[in-house]
């Protein structure tokens, strides 16, 4: 396989020796390499050229049989010679006597005479007649001194005839007969044969299995082999054998765990023939690992001598199988796992136990000292530090070895004192309850009520508490807690038990009832011990938790900002008393706009130490995916959501437990915000909610995601029917809607687009009164968005451009994007070309950079319309071809309406409705209401719909001398623009006005400096 280079070097040079003296070649290369293949394959070629060819093979077998060689060589000459030839026929006799007598010692010439040299000579010229003569000669290293001083007699004999010899040695084997070889060999080419290249390897591979191997699998076989052909073959067919069964091929990573006898009994055999320190050293080295090893630790290991090591080490290099350098390593790895599995369990125990004992008395790095521990599987005695146990644990950890890792974290409970026994003891609860939760919950529980260390029993109990959230059985549940309690009965945290059980019903219940039981938890002294201020850990997590409750409840966001606030400024162990503990008191502030102070908190935690990603930092990622969300990085979101289910799996959370659930709907989210609706709705379907759905209150970000989708495939009816559930499970568990930043981004907007426009009136102002109070432009931006969009009009417009200096103040692309691509339409519809190109483009700008490709599209559609050079868009042009009755027409229909509701509405004639609604489908280029799901797939098409389509008249406000904005506005605290909105009111000449017909909030107040755009 391969070799057409080398190949090629030898055709060229047979041809050469017709016209030239004997042409010498000696290939080399490591054992395996292919030397043995290049010579028969250049032996068959030159056969079909026409050349005798004489084949030599030194094998072991016949090394010590007196005569074999030059037998073969005599043979080799007459089996080419025609039957009967009168010149074979004489070097035969010729031999024979000669044979017969005394073996000469290395006087093959004075011996042998004039006579013989005639003979061959005769024999030589008869055979190269037409083509030279090629003599190959295998292993030439093994041949005996008169085999070898007898070839070269022809060779010197035929000096002015064609013949070329072709001989291969092994790297670094010293030759039987050294100064006969060299002899032979005197100026001979080289030809040095590597490994096979990565094309080379990937034929191999492909061509002995029975199916095409999968990406990256011929590169690691290449790894492994460093491309030496007979180690590729034998994994292949290890390959073979291991997926017999199934018919496929491994994953490549399966490949290291390879175990070769057939390598091994190669490399050893050739190495004990040599020199057995060889062999011993080879095996030292493989002990070393793949990292490699110092000189003096493989001499320990290898039993000999710095300089016996040393030479025996100059052996390896020279054949091949170790690198030059003074890190001794193998090669191959395939080499060093076959040397280590072909030892005994106990040789290799005793050998690993050696290396980590002269590793551990010369002061090495843990790790050494670790990797070695952890590769014996003898009981440990006490001689080992508990660094370095702890160490051997966490490797073996991550090599998924929980045996190897119990066993040095037991032991290093015993010899540890002070931090390292905390992580021992740690260590061990978390691998007792991932390989067995009840058991490993039990033992967790008796080692509180064992333990008088306060760090101990409180990470124990954030452990116990994590591993309850994969706790089904409600019995199962409390009978852990009340094992807990007894355990922890006197002590600082005896309450958790408590806590625990309120936060259990967090989300089952009304959060205005948990937080008054966690503000009754938070007032008790649970005992003397306590911090003398009252805020022991205990307190701290039930406040985090209570902050979030009345975050969900509370108008005042302030007051759970400074609450969370308070127990974020904590140590963080008080908060991991319980996992949700740090989650409740980040989301509050995200929700609240905070998002940078957020991020920064994010960090402050301790090592997660010898178990994976526990679960209160699990629980952190839908809220690092917010702050992703917040900065309009959709990706980022997304990838950390997906880790979150995975992680949530992982530890035994259920599906429809309370945080798979927000991550779910969170990555629906943003799934639907990315365009892949598809993907969204069967994310849901997988997960049991796009049917009914429990009654619990956190089902409603999942209500929100679903309303989104309905409202993009142009069922408006249903979306209409999730938001009305959405609100009826808010108003029952006593929340407020404005609570999380879908709705403040989506919700209002998508109630006003369903025709629910009073409702999405209140809510955008309920909206803008709770970014006022949390102080964050990101959030007043959102506010002022929504409410734009819902009023409409000029006015509309104004609150968008305030909005926009908002949100681009703040750096927030997304939403950014979001009110610009509002803003198009209107400006498109004003006959404003040149400035609705403008905003449309940096909207698309800014939503291409956060894969928001949905509004991609609309954007580009809305600029098609605008921009008279750009191609048009058939059903968009219609729209603006529509009369204002044809449009809310139109829009009552695509709500859900029959044409005799809107006809009742509209106060006009049913047949009147029908005419209104023909001439728009004609406009619009479709049929009737089943067109509708396919027209709402065009993103730019509602937002240019219901731009300045009317609102539903409500009541004039009952003080005409204040600002229709409901509540009328603080009176401490007031921004520069409140003030001289107030100013205005107070003097009718500054020409400030309100319509009262079409209720709005005084876009003028919203801001500290004018707005611009003709406001």
Same mark, same amino acid.
């Given at each position: ?31 395996? %390499? ?23 093979? #030194? ?16 043979? =080799?000459?007459?089996?080419?010679? *025609? ?10 006799? $010729? ?98 044969? &590597? ?25 690691? #076989? ?82 000999? &001598? ?23 390593? +193998? ?9 280590? =599995? =072909? ?17 551990? /008395? ?36 991550? @090599? ?42 039990? @033992? ?17 109990? /954030? ?17 852990? +807690? ?130 994976? !990603? ?24 997304? /990838? ?25 709907? @969170?990555?629906?989210?943003?799934? $639907? ?103 964050? *432009? ?18 509309? /417009? ?6 926009? !200096?908002?949100?681009? @103040? ?22 404003? *070309? ?9 909207? %698309? ?94 993103? =730019? ?21 204040? #600002? ?12 520069? &623009? ?7 009111? !107070? ?11 079409? *209720?709005?909030? #005084? ?9 611009? &755009?003709?406001?």
């Amino acid at each position: 396989m391969g070799r057409q280079a080398e190949m090629r070097l030898l055709r060229r040079a047979r041809h050469d020796s017709t016209d030239r003296l004997p042409a010498r070649y000696a290939v080399t290369g490591e054992a395996g %390499i292919g030397r043995t293949s290049l010579l028969r394959a250049f032996a068959v070629t030159s056969r079909h050229k026409g050349c005798a060819v004489v084949d030599l093979v #030194c094998t072991e077998q016949r090394h010590y049989i007196p005569w074999a060689l030059l037998d073969d060589l005599v043979g =080799g000459f007459a089996d080419c010679l *025609p039957p009967g030839c009168e010149q074979g026929v004489e070097l035969h006799d $010729i031999y024979k006597k000669l044979s017969q007598g005394p073996v000469p010692d290395g006087a093959v010439p004075r011996v042998w005479g004039a006579e013989i040299a005639v003979a061959v000579q005769n024999v030589v010229s008869q055979l190269t007649v037409k083509a030279p003569l090629v003599i190959t000669i295998d292993d030439a290293d093994r041949a005996d001194a008169l085999s070898l001083s007898f070839l070269r007699c022809v060779v010197e004999a035929c000096s002015h005839l064609p013949v070329m010899l072709v001989a291969s040695v092994q790297n670094g084997v010293p030759a039987a007969a050294p100064s006969e070889l060299a002899e032979l060999l005197v100026g001979a080419q080289q030809v040095h044969l &590597g490994g096979l290249s990565e094309q080379e390897t990937a034929a191999l591979v492909r061509s002995r299995l029975p199916r095409p191997p999968g990406t990256g699998f011929a590169d690691a #076989c290449r790894r492994l082999t460093a491309g030496n052909p007979f180690m590729l073959v034998e994994l292949v067919r290890w390959v073979r054998d291991t997926v017999r069964d199934t018919g496929g091929v491994p994953d490549p990573e399966v490949l290291d765990t390879a175990v070769l006898p057939a390598v091994a009994e190669v490399v050893t055999r050739r190495l004990n023939r040599i020199d057995p320190r060889a062999g011993r050293l080879a095996e030292a080295i493989a002990i070393a690992g793949d990292g490699g090893a110092d000189i003096p630790l493989i001499a320990h290991l290898a039993g000999t &001598g710095l300089g016996d090591t040393l030479t025996a080490a100059d052996l390896l290099v020279r054949m091949g199988l170790v690198a030059d350098d003074n890190t001794l390593l +193998l090669r191959h790895s395939l080499v060093r796992n076959a040397l280590v =599995g =072909g030892m005994t369990l106990m040789a290799r125990n005793a050998a690993h136990l050696a290396a980590a004992t002269y590793l551990h /008395e010369r002061r090495a790095p843990a790790e050494r000292v670790a990797a070695h521990l952890i590769a014996s599987a003898v009981p440990l005695d006490g001689s080992w530090p508990a660094g370095v146990l702890l160490q051997a644990a966490r490797s073996a950890l991550a @090599a998924d070895d929980t045996d190897t890792a119990l066993r040095c974290l037991e032991h290093a409970a015993q010899v540890a004192s002070g931090d390292e026994h905390r992580q021992a003891v740690l260590g061990i609860a978390d691998i007792r309850i991932r390989a067995d939760r009840a058991r490993g919950l039990d @033992a967790a529980v008796a080692t509180l009520a064992g333990t008088t260390d306060e760090v101990v029993r409180a990470r124990l109990l /954030e452990r116990v508490g994590s591993a309850l959230y994969g706790v089904d059985s409600p019995e199962e549940r409390q009978r852990v +807690l009340d094992a807990t309690a007894v355990a922890v009965a006197g002590t600082e945290v005896a309450h958790w038990p408590r806590l625990h059980r309120i936060a259990w019903h967090l989300y089952d219940r009304l959060p205005g009832l948990t937080s008054e039981l966690l503000d009754e938890l938070i007032a008790s002294r649970p005992d003397p011990l306590a911090d003398a201020d009252g805020t022991d850990g205990l307190r701290t997590a039930a406040s985090a938790v209570a902050a979030l409750c009345r975050h969900l409840t509370d108008e005042a966001p302030e007051s759970a900002v400074g609450q969370a606030r308070r127990a974020l400024g904590r140590p963080a162990d008080e908060l991991c008393l319980h996992p949700l503990a740090r989650a409740a008191a980040l989301t509050v502030l995200v929700d609240n706009g905070h998002h940078e102070e957020a991020a920064a908190r994010l960090g402050d935690d301790d090592q997660a130490g010898l178990r994976p !990603r526990p679960l209160y930092r699990v629980l952190l990622l839908p809220v690092a995916a917010r702050i992703a969300l917040a900065r309009g990085r959709l990706d980022i979101a997304r /990838e950390q959501l997906s880790e979150c289910l995975r992680e949530l799996a992982r530890h035994g959370v259920g599906p429809g437990s309370p945080a798979r659930v927000a991550a779910l709907a @969170a990555l629906a989210d943003v799934l $639907i915000s990315q365009g892949e609706n598809d993907r969204a709705r069967m994310l849901l379907r997988r997960y049991r909610c796009w049917g009914d759905l429990p009654p619990s209150w956190h089902y409603r970000d999942v209500l929100m995601a679903r309303a989104r989708l309905l409202a993009a495939d142009g069922d408006l009816p249903g979306a209409a029917r999730d938001l009305a559930e959405l609100h009826a499970r808010n108003k029952g568990a006593g929340l407020r809607v404005a609570v999380t930043a879908s709705w403040r981004t989506h919700g209002a907007i998508l109630l006003h687009q369903v025709g629910r426009s009073d409702e999405a009136l209140e809510l955008a102002r309920e909206q803008l009164r709770f970014a006022h109070r949390a102080g964050s *432009p990101q959030e007043r931006g959102r506010a002022l968005r929504a409410l734009s969009r819902v009023s409409g009009g000029p006015r509309g /417009e104004r609150l968008l451009r305030a909005a926009a !200096r908002l949100l681009k @103040a703040e750096g927030s692309e997304l939403d950014l994007a979001y009110c610009l691509a509002d803003l198009g339409p209107s400006l498109t519809r004003r006959n404003r *070309p040149d400035e609705a190109i403008a905003v449309l483009t940096q909207a %698309i700008g800014l939503a291409g950079r956060c894969g928001a490709r949905p509004l991609v599209e609309r954007g580009r559609q809305l600029l098609a319309l605008a921009d008279d050079r750009a191609p048009r868009h058939s059903s968009l042009r219609g729209v603006l071809a529509l009369t204002a009755r044809e449009r809310q027409i139109l829009i009552d229909a695509a709500r859900g309406l029959t044409n005799e509701r809107i006809a009742t509405a509209l106060r006009i004639t049913r047949r009147t409705v029908e005419l209104h609604l023909s001439s728009a489908y004609r406009k619009l280029g479709i049929t009737g209401r089943r067109d509708f799901p396919e027209m709402f797939r065009d993103p =730019g098409l509602w937002p240019l719909l219901t731009e300045g389509a009317p609102v539903a008249r409500q009541s004039a406000p009952a003080d005409p001398g204040r #600002c229709v904005s409901e509540p009328p506005c603080p009176p401490f605290g007031l921004v520069p &623009g409140v003030l001289r909105h107030r100013a205005a009111m !107070r003097d009718p000449r500054a020409g400030h006005h309100h319509e009262r017909t079409h *209720p709005a909030v #005084c876009a003028s107040c919203l801001g500290d400096s004018p707005i611009s &755009g003709g406001s």
